[in-house]
């Protein structure tokens, strides 16, 4: 019974593969049309897709370049910002001579310092220096431990290295000296 039933299955599937009398009738020329429409359309996609791989690769390479580029002008906007603190500095080097005392040399020197700190501000940098704030191992690394009473345990009590954030981003942690309890032997 099983082996009939494969036998009639395998007659109905050999009907449904004939062609119907309309295919059977198409003409040659028919035949040629669909294939050249076929071809036309295939030759179509491959031109789009060639103009898309060209539009693509010429995307890659103008990235790259615009990545080359913004390495190598990182720094302009950094440089912009300290020139005006570079003309003080450049300004007061040129004022100093031999009889300069020495009150205006360390006015000067401290006029340009403070206006290099004002530019770094200006563009994110901020100094990690504070003390009598409870240590933080983000933003502060130890390098003493003092023993004392007068402060709550793990206190900083000196800044040795000021620490700097860029943006909130630390760029250094501060080398500090930290206290800790006394112990009483």
């Known amino acids: 019974m099983n082996q009939e039933s494969e036998k009639i299955n395998m007659a109905e599937n050999n009907e449904t593969m004939e062609l119907s009398p309309e295919e059977a009738q198409q003409s040659p020329s028919q035949d040629a049309a669909e294939i050249q429409k076929l071809k036309d359309k295939l030759n179509d996609l491959e031109n789009k897709y060639l103009r898309v791989l060209a539009d693509y690769q010429n995307l890659q390479k103008r990235s790259a370049q615009e990545k080359e580029d913004l390495y190598k002008y990182a720094a302009q906007k950094t440089i912009e910002v300290l020139l005006p603190a570079l003309d ?97 032997v």
Do not use: W
Not at 95 to 100: G, Q, V, Y
Not at 106 to 133: H, P, Q, R, W, Y
Not at 148 to 166: F, R, S
């Open 88 to 184: 003080t500095f450049d300004y007061a080097r040129s004022a100093i001579k031999p009889e300069t005392k020495s009150e205006k040399i360390i006015e000067d020197f401290n006029l340009v310092f403070e206006m290099v700190l004002k530019c770094l501000k200006d563009i994110g940098l901020e100094a990690i220096e504070e003390t009598g704030i409870p240590f933080d191992p983000f933003y502060h690394e130890p390098l003493h431990q003092i023993p004392t009473n007068e402060l709550p345990d793990q206190t900083i009590m000196q800044v040795l290295k000021k620490g700097y954030m860029l943006n909130k981003k630390l760029i250094r942690p501060a080398l500090v000296s930290v206290s800790v309890k006394e112990t009483n």
